[in-house]
């Protein structure tokens, strides 16, 4: 069942509104990484929480508590919970989202202030930080509310909602809320919850809208060799000491080769090569190298085989060489032997692979090389986080009736697809409420979520608005 | 010839006055490297040039321009050049030294305000920015002259000084203006120079004067691998694109090994080996690993031989890796692609060696490992700086004047040394004026120069100032 002609009407004529309510939302720099601006975060809290309140939304704050950043004991962002609809008719789905977002500065390479939300009216793009990561997704729900409330019409699902404001930062709080949440059963705030949706990912292309159904999971290490007491010069100590990067720069050799092969022994043993049969879902995935090569900017692809670079994002595992911590990082030249450096590497994770089973082939890998440097040096080896990947059954009637509302939308068929990043929520969803777990991605391959002049196409806000309500009639008309 | 007694005696007399003459200077923080402090270097030049006057030396300031750092046109400090004496039955010397200072914040790690000079009467350490290097020395003529003034004695010899206020960021303006005298002949600033005497290094360890003899060389590369247009997320890209952190790490991992053989071909292979009449040398020095392994501050010694490690640092070349730009270099855990990373080594480089010989070897080198890894990224090489290594003949007059002032101050025959590190303009004395040049430590080997805590022992300070007195004194009775 498509949704009411006049709720996706309702859409387009207050295009321009909803526009500048996502404007309204970029404007407050909801940076949790930044100790500076955690009151931008509270503040974004309180904007949502009044947006929701406004379409009829039941809301609470859940205070999280404090935790220490940089040194400092800081306030933890509440968590915007939110009902709407007890009917028990009805299927219920909770919505997860999140409000704060990455740092950003002009100076980054900004074309634009990044907290002043530019409609290019040529291009189409809505620019400005938090634009497609996460704030036009969540303010997606606020404005399919506001369309059934001045509407008057009845949603055809009860929802619930989950804004975090730490997702950026490692979602501090949240696994434990839901995880106590959850184990309280009946009365629990996720009681009756039959599915779950989250919207914070990105179509594989920009062309081709998708349903993902898959994350790959994460173990990040820190790699740390120490040797002086403090910073030594090259001129004075060079080859009179044994030099921390010298060894440091040995070891993160070892890890992958320039083709992206994990040398840690038994990490790529663990995942079974792809059969024909799996193969196939990645041929028909509407993709080409030069999709990879435009969003990465360059001619880059590691294959010329589709097939080959879909299947190293989507179901094998990576391992990227991040930058080092307390070497000479400066433009210019500076003859220092540092003392003490810190190689920051991690490993994408694919079924079977878990932090547990691939953290303690990495150690004794690292070790073992280590030792063969005969080096008086120290080395010290941390996980610094890690999470395990997540794979869904897309079969479920939650991902047939996000695939008919697509359908309804842009008259595709969505691909389905798996992603290379990580949402841990969602595998903590999955896991503590047993119900399906769909990602629903309101934007573009080629957002930008991370990185400077982050966009959201205005396409992708308006049509994605009405995507969202579709799905909830589409999940309303589903008899199970 | 020793000194008067009555000028030792002077000394010791005033050592309380030229100690609080370095608090003066010290209290200046004239940073060469910071745009912001530049009106300190210029009131060191100032301070400086006072106290020349003020002890009978005639003086001129040199404007050597303007140049650009952080982006902002600067006015170069000016040199500070001043001579006393015109006898032509005398030796005359030229002095080399430097007012500016490197970057101190309290905030690196100092125990106290490293502008503030802390006398610590316990430890005898005069502890603050510029102690050792380079006030210290520079004053320490100041005190020989004020001395010769008050007491009434002609000096031994003439002196000619050239300070410059640019030496801890690359000499700017120096070179040229050194090589344009010295073209000039009859009515250069250096005609009549006899010798040149630098006091701008350390003693080997804590306990024994030393000359220097030699310096090494050094050619600073940096090595630039770029592929995607900005940075990218290593989810999303992960094992789908060449990664330029991965090829940059298999590069700089090939260029040394742990226990520090240079692995550039024909590198070594340029330096010939020390012969058992050379390694006497070495055997003969007041020097054992616990003086490398308590200066590092760790058991690090890349050899259990003194004489290995002394010829490490003084007569192998080394290479070092300092660190990479624009890679991750925080703290915590970022999970980004770093689109454009920059390693930077360096080579100290030995008689033969020069930058001209050693750097098409680390090109082709480096190119060619570049190419094995089939890469589609891109490999950039610069070179950012070099220069040839020094090696001067220690049986000069100049060297033995120096040699007899020790013994007489110090009671003990100075260590015969060369330095690991560069001094530059050492080189372009010896080249340019074509006389022989000394380095004469005042500090000792565990100063600090460029680190936190600098320091230069009070007792070092004040012979140091007899020590410079003294060797003008054996230069005058030299009979050449």
């Not at 399919?144 to 008057?152: C, D, F, K, M, T």
């Not at 949603?155 to 975090?164: G, Q, S």
């Not at 610094?384 to 009637?397: I, R, T």
Request: with cysteine.
């Amino acid at each position: 069942m498509p949704a009411p002609p006049k709720f996706t009407e309702y859409v387009d004529k207050n295009a321009n509104r909803f526009i500048q309510r996502l404007a309204d939302a970029v404007a407050i720099p909801s940076i949790s990484g930044d100790a500076s601006r955690r009151n931008d975060v509270f503040k974004m809290a309180q904007f949502l929480e009044n947006h929701l309140k406004s379409v009829g939304v039941t809301t609470t704050l859940v205070n999280l508590g404090s935790h220490t950043m940089d040194g400092q004991e800081l306030p933890l962002p509440p968590l915007v919970l939110g009902r709407i609809g007890d009917d028990e008719s009805k299927k219920t789905i909770l919505i997860y989202g999140h409000f704060d977002v990455q740092p950003a500065e002009k100076s980054d390479g900004w074309d634009t202030d990044p907290f002043t939300l530019v409609v290019d009216e040529k291009s189409g793009k809505l620019i400005g930080r938090g634009s497609t990561d996460d704030k036009g997704p969540v303010l997606g729900w606020v404005n399919v509310l506001e369309a059934h409330q001045q509407l008057g019409l009845d949603l055809p699902v009860n929802l619930r909602f989950c804004f975090e404001g730490m997702e950026e930062s490692g979602s501090e709080g949240l696994d434990e809320f839901i995880e106590a949440e959850a184990k309280k059963g009946k009365g629990s705030w996720f009681e009756g919850v039959d599915a779950v949706c989250i919207s914070d990912n990105y179509w594989l292309n920009t062309r081709t809208p998708c349903l993902t159904y898959g994350l790959r999971g994460l173990t990040y290490f820190k790699v740390c060799v120490s040797g002086p007491a403090r910073d030594l010069h090259s001129g004075v100590f060079g080859r009179a000491v044994h030099e921390p990067m010298t060894d440091l720069i040995a070891l993160m050799s070892k890890l992958v080769t320039p083709d992206g092969k994990i040398l840690v022994p038994g990490v790529e043993e663990m995942v079974p090569g792809a059969d024909a049969e799996e193969r196939k879902i990645y041929t028909s995935l509407d993709y080409s190298i030069a999709d990879v090569e435009n969003s990465a900017g360059a001619s880059i692809a590691l294959s010329s085989s589709k097939e080959e670079v879909l299947m190293g994002r989507m179901r094998n595992p990576s391992l990227s060489l991040h930058g080092i911590e307390g070497a000479f990082y400066g433009v210019g030249a500076k003859t220092v032997i540092p003392a003490k450096v810190s190689g920051k590497f991690s490993i994408r994770l694919v079924p079977p692979q878990t932090p547990d089973a691939v953290n303690p082939l990495v150690v004794s890998y690292l070790e073992s090389e280590f030792a063969k440097l005969n080096s008086k040096n120290k080395l010290e080896l941390e996980c610094l986080h890690g999470g395990k990947p997540w794979v869904e059954d897309f079969k479920h009637w939650n991902y047939e009736a996000a695939a008919k509302a697509t359908e309804a939308i842009y008259k595709v068929k969505p691909d389905l697809t798996r992603e290379g990043g990580s949402i841990p929520v969602t595998l903590t969803f999955a896991e503590q409420l047993g119900v399906n777990v769909l990602l629903l991605p309101m934007g573009r391959g080629d957002d930008g979520a991370h990185s400077t002049n982050e966009k959201l196409d205005r396409s992708n806000y308006i049509e994605g608005t009405k995507l969202l309500g579709t799905y909830l009639y589409e999940v309303g008309a589903i008899s199970t």
